[in-house]
């Protein structure tokens, strides 16, 4: 018998997909979409249900392994958050002409603000791109239920469907009754069809035709049709929201007493957009207020400037989320009523985000910049990202794309006869993720820089997934290992050598064997080995603990708040000096080697 629950979203989604029957469920970890599959293993253990449960390598693994599982009959899903789904869309568009059999969801975790993302980009659009219907949940308990209903219309109309969780669905807590939950009781069976499933180009052409039908019978599939929530209301003006702000406007309409007399509308499916309800929004309403998150495309399908107010018309802001004081405001304004004015966040204050105190990769940039002074520091995505506080990031771009970039620099810097030292940063997720492939390249176009791999046994950002090197998956189950030295080896390199950057005295002088290396003989790669601080699952040897103390040698130079930057570090305006704050340090003792006056000493 089920029981109410408090549910993160992400925790809701993952049980709708234990009970709808999912069987295959695999993903890449990425805020704001990270505990979906963390959540589905746990259920998974809960209920003891016979399921694959897999954190893959990358997004388009992740999707290309689901959706063998659909083409067997099974159902099957992915989640990711959207910029991952820009690694997963090439099979993602292939997919959604070769159709399914087997339920399958695609989980494409947006982030409005953003908040942890490169960019604030719109599933939707990615959506349109394939031509793939897409769900919009407005809550935990909607994203759950659009979990089940999503896996129905993919089956129904043998097509790849997309939830599209924001990350305020994502991250809310809300109390649930879920679904009962019973083993999926399906057998694999795929069936040829070559023309089908590796259909040539003249095939493809059909499939296409095929889906354009689909698309047509999906708009007027009444399950997913636009809702009007509040109807006794009336008059020539209505509102159109979906997602997040749909709930918002639920509320605010209440509030600012327009419920009785403002309709809206709630769209659910927000491609395809309904014909019906298209035709009839334009000849019911003199004006629209459409209320969207990221991009207007439920706007673009309405196709009527003159009299819808959105995005595209500049009544509504095109960038960062549609917060409740925003949308009381913009409703209030389209209704003509006294609204709340909309409320600017305070400044921020306070200290910068940094890395953790601990933490190895501050020793790992400390030593970078020490063997490489003048150096062009390349590095990816992940929390090492905060290197850039530490002056040892000078770009980011996507994942996996310091490699390229260090290969890149120093292809431009050759032809202009120059040659800078270059070192590239990278976490050991990442590098497994999208790594490899461009430090072949750079091997084999002898390309000359320094790779370090920020190697900390786990996926630290995202909450500590394990990595294709961790020797355990999903749920904590037994894996294959992989050898990260001998996979380096195997791409070509010819230096690879592992340190410990906590040792930071040794580890500077690898890095500036390495630098030497890269000058004159090609990729030089050092791993740099050491457990998260933060990763309570990690069982193995840990450095010894080094409790320190600063002793009156310090002449308040403040050389090592700003070259090493930890935040156990504090300077004492009152003394003039440095001090440990004890409660934050984690006695890693990596401080007394930076120190020019040897003032941080090791308590004996």
Not at 4 to 25: K, P, Q, T
Not at 354 to 373: E, M
Request: contains cysteine; hydrophobic residues 45%; proline residues 7%.
């Amino acid at each position: 018998m089920s029981e109410r629950m408090l549910l993160l979203g992400n925790d809701a989604m993952a049980h709708g997909l234990v009970e709808n029957g999912c069987s295959v469920v695999a993903s890449y970890p990425g805020t704001p979409a990270s505990e979906i599959l963390s959540g589905v293993a746990q259920w998974q253990a809960r209920y003891q249900l016979p399921m694959h449960v897999e954190w893959a390598v990358n997004e388009k693994v992740a999707l290309e392994i689901a959706y063998a599982a659909s083409q067997a009959g099974l159902r099957a899903a992915t989640a990711m958050k959207q910029v991952g789904l820009n690694v997963a869309s090439d099979p993602l568009m292939s997919a959604a002409y070769l159709g399914v059999k087997g339920g399958f969801l695609v989980i494409s975790a947006d982030d409005p603000g953003p908040h942890s993302s490169q960019t604030e980009q719109d599933s939707r659009l990615t959506a349109m791109a394939a031509k793939v219907p897409v769900l919009d949940p407005d809550s935990p308990e909607h994203a759950r239920r659009l979990t089940g209903l999503g896996l129905e219309l993919s089956e129904a109309f043998e097509v790849p469907v997309m939830l599209r969780p924001t990350t305020r669905v994502c991250h809310a807590n809300q109390d649930i009754l879920p679904g009962a939950v019973h083993p999926a009781v399906r057998r694999a069976d795929f069936v040829k069809d070559p023309q089908r499933w590796a259909a040539t180009p003249v095939h493809r052409y059909r499939l296409h035709l095929a889906l354009e039908e689909k698309l047509r019978k999906i708009a007027a599939w009444e399950p997913t049709a636009p809702q009007l929530l509040n109807p006794g209301s009336g008059g020539r003006r209505a509102v159109i929201a979906a997602g997040v702000a749909a709930a918002h406007a639920r509320e605010i309409m209440q509030d600012l007493g327009l419920w009785e007399v403002l309709p809206l509308w709630q769209v659910v499916q927000p491609y395809p957009l309904h014909t019906a309800f298209i035709e009839q929004v334009l000849a019911a309403y003199d004006e629209l207020l459409v209320l969207e998150e990221t991009v207007g495309v439920i706007e673009m399908q309405l196709a009527d400037r003159g009299r819808v107010r959105g995005k595209r018309s500049g009544f509504v802001p095109e960038v960062g989320e549609l917060l409740p004081e925003t949308v009381a405001r913009l409703i209030a304004d389209f209704a003509a009523v006294p609204g709340e004015l909309s409320v600017t966040a305070p400044a921020g204050g306070g200290r910068r985000p940094t890395l953790c105190p601990g933490c190895p990769h501050r020793a790992s940039f400390y030593a970078i910049k020490r063997a490489a002074p003048r150096g062009i520091y390349p590095s990816d995505i992940g929390c090492y990202t905060l290197g850039l506080n530490l002056g040892g990031v000078d770009t980011v771009l996507c994942m996996g794309a310091a490699v390229s970039q260090a290969a890149g620099f120093y292809h431009a810097y050759r032809l202009s006869g120059e040659l800078p030292d270059i070192v590239a940063t990278v976490g050991d997720s990442t590098f497994f993720h999208a790594g490899i492939p461009p430090l072949i390249d750079a091997v084999v176009q002898d390309a000359r820089f320094v790779l370090v791999i920020l190697d900390n046994s786990t996926t630290a950002m995202t909450g500590n997934q394990p990595t294709p090197a961790s020797g355990c998956g999903a749920g904590g189950v037994p894996t294959a290992a992989v050898d990260m030295e001998a996979l380096v080896a195997a791409c070509g390199v010819k230096f690879c050598r592992v340190g410990q950057p906590g040792d930071l005295p040794a580890f500077i002088a690898l890095m500036k064997e390495a630098v030497a290396f890269a000058r004159t003989d090609g990729v030089a790669v050092v791993i740099a080995r050491q457990p998260c601080v933060v990763d309570r699952s990690y069982r193995g040897a840990r450095p010894t603990p080094r409790a320190v103390t600063v002793s009156d040698a310090c002449n308040g130079c403040r050389y090592c708040i700003e070259q090493f930057e930890c935040p156990a570090l504090v300077y004492d305006e009152q003394r003039q000096r440095v001090v440990i704050d004890t409660l934050t340090c984690s006695d890693c003792g990596v401080c007394t080697a930076v120190c020019p006056r040897l003032a941080i000493e090791e308590i004996p």
